[in-house]
């Protein structure tokens, strides 16, 4: 009975998902950008970033190594 209701969750929960999906246009283009790839280099360049500066701080305010 149980495999029962699991079936259908799961049905109702991928008919959501299709349904979301199928509702946004393909061609839709990303904010400030041309193009999603040029996006997600943004996004990559900037977590890039980040860590590189958390590990620059890491090195000029290590109490230990000093």
Do not use: C, K
Request: hydrophobic share 60%.
């Amino acid at each position: 009975m149980a495999l029962a209701y699991t079936s259908v969750a799961i049905r109702t929960a991928f008919g959501a998902m299709r349904t979301f999906m199928g509702s946004q246009s393909h061609d839709e283009r990303p904010p400030l950008f041309r193009t999603w790839g040029q996006l997600y280099a943004a996004v990559l360049i900037f977590l890039f970033l980040i860590i590189v500066l958390l590990y620059l701080f890491t090195i000029a305010f290590d109490e230990v190594s000093a």
